[in-house]
């Protein structure tokens, strides 16, 4: 959930205690879910076995056309890349990298 320029996690656990105020609460600061893994797929297949990339390749085709607020997070092997995440999303408020 966003304020401003930067995330707010205090907006996002407000939801918890909401009762009858949440659709208010979401409509005023929606959020956003961010994926990076699959850990089982339907029938009730477990894929913790499986390489993330594997994981990954499965979890990819059902954001194609997904809505803004379901987003596959990016991901890389380049250390730089991932330094230059980690200094860009921070700064922006995001909590931190995996």
Do not use: C, K
């Not at 005023?28 to 499986?50: G, K």
């Not at 499965?58 to 987003?71: G, Y």
């Amino acid at each position: 959930m966003w304020e401003g320029e930067r995330t707010n996690f205090a907006h996002l656990q407000r939801r918890v205690t909401a009762g009858g105020q949440l659709p208010d609460i979401a409509q005023r600061h929606p959020a956003h879910y961010v994926v990076f893994d699959l850990l089982s797929a339907p029938p009730r297949r477990p894929l913790l076995n499986r390489p993330l990339h594997e994981r990954r390749a499965l979890l990819t085709q059902p954001f194609v056309d997904a809505p803004a607020q379901l987003t596959l997070s990016p991901q890389t092997t380049d250390p730089d890349q991932a330094a230059e995440w980690l200094t860009t999303w921070t700064a922006a408020g995001i909590e931190g990298v995996l």
